[in-house]
């Protein structure tokens, strides 16, 4: 097969290594811009997977819905009337939607009393109080520092055991000081901390100066009845959120006598809208980056064609020899177009090498930080075949203009070439 011809390399070599300054130099066009298209696609990548790692532990296909007030009168009801959920709402919405896959009921303090006292050692910490459900932690995961969340034997024997945040450690105790095991009083009831969390990212729904009790341990201890605070939902996966949320609040419409159109007394907010924003953002940016990349690539490529056009011109003499000799212009054709595809791909490579060293030194630099969203910058495989595929289908077309451009040269008057 001719492309294992060991002849023909070694004359594409020797022809290509006659100039090396020239050579190099045409190679930087390519060199740089598969640098460029690398970092433009390696830093979409890291950013994309910077937000994985911002809104891991947050339930992307998850809703919140809470009580307002009413915006309309109606069946009697004047406006103004405040929505105030039940316990019993949960069930409700579980057994008529079966699409919802996780619900977790909350409530807070702050919602039945105007002051809320977290207190410990003549400390106060001005703490939010939650009374959830285990299920809250599959929707907002909390990263925990030491010990465990609630449970379900919590919930069951109504056990007065909380979780707090590390701000409300730092408010309550000495530093280095034990909080595991450790009391504190919540409105004058007392509670036993099994664990402190911190959160799981930058989506910080409930703060760092939180407090969360077993939801029925709050029912008891804070009289709060069968009243339920708020929902956070999750939903089955390939579930629109919308859809669902639509359903939840025609249930609870009807439920609670409100008007169809009235908006404003169901509040919610859809999670998923978010992922969704950020992952259409971040495909426009790899699209836009291996959009600027090609073109930048491209200009290398015609760089390497017009050195190669200018190649030829000085190569009239040699290829009128072999012309004579009874080299075909398919061979002519060839050896052109394969001298295009050797500098390519040779440049090609050297740039992702230098490209795939910049990613690594930016990862080290602002992979593992908290704030920047940016992990990991590399590219996938199959961008870099398909970059690659692209680069030396690139080559190829170019590589013919000179190369027909030699076919044309004539041997009688290659031979009379000074």
């Known amino acids: 097969m001719w492309l294992f011809d060991r002849d023909l390399w070694i004359e594409i070599f020797h022809t290509l290594g006659k100039n090396m300054f020239r050579t190099f130099l045409t190679m930087l066009g390519v060199i740089f811009a598969m640098i460029i298209l690398v970092l433009l696609l390696g830093s979409a990548n890291g950013m994309s997977n910077g937000f994985d790692k911002v809104f891991s532990g947050t339930a992307s296909n998850s809703l919140f819905v809470w009580g307002q007030q009413t915006s309309e009168p109606y069946k009697g009801f004047e406006r103004g009337r405040r ?103 919540i409105n004058g009831v007392y509670f036993s901390v099994v664990g402190m969390y911190k959160p799981n990212n930058n989506i910080n729904i409930d703060g760092e100066n939180a407090v969360f009790i077993p939801f029925t341990t709050f029912q008891k201890a804070f009289n709060s009845g069968d009243r339920m605070g708020w929902m956070a939902i999750a939903v089955e996966p390939n579930t629109q959120v919308a859809v669902v949320e639509r359903q939840i609040k025609d249930i609870l419409k009807a439920k609670y006598d409100i008007h169809p159109n009235d908006e404003r007394a169901i509040g919610s907010f859809d999670m998923s809208e978010i992922f969704n924003n950020i992952s259409a953002f971040t495909t426009v940016l ?79 630099m602002w992979g593992s930080g908290e704030d920047f969203p940016f992990v990991n910058p590399m590219i996938s495989i199959p961008q870099f075949i398909i970059s690659f595929l692209l680069m030396v289908g690139l080559s190829v077309l170019i590589g013919l203009l000179p190369a027909n451009r030699a076919v044309k040269i004539r041997p009688i008057e290659a031979l009379r070439e000074e």
């Open 83 to 185: 929505i105030r959920y039940k316990i019993e709402d949960a069930d409700i919405l579980k057994r008529q939607i079966p699409e919802i896959e996780v619900l977790a009921p909350r409530i807070e303090l702050a919602g039945h009393s105007d002051i809320v006292t977290v207190y410990r050692n003549g400390r106060t910490s001005g703490s939010a109080v939650y009374g959830d459900y285990p299920e809250i932690d599959d929707i907002t995961k909390k990263k925990l520092v030491e010990g465990r969340f609630l449970n379900q034997t919590d919930i069951d024997h109504s056990k007065k055991v909380c979780v707090i945040g590390e701000e409300t450690y730092k408010l309550l105790f000495e530093k280095g000081e034990k909080a595991i095991g450790q009391d504190i009083r």
């Open 286 to 364: 790899q699209g836009f980056s291996f959009f600027v990349g090609i073109f930048t690539l491209l200009a290398g490529v015609i760089a390497i064609s017009n050195i190669l056009l200018i190649t030829v011109k000085e190569r009239t003499q040699e290829i009128g020899v072999r012309r004579a000799l009874g080299a075909t212009p398919k061979i002519v054709k060839r050896q052109i177009v394969l001298e295009a595809i050797v500098l390519t791909a040779f440049a090609g490579l050297v740039g992702f090498a230098v490209s795939v060293g910049i990613l690594s030194i930016m990862n080290s």
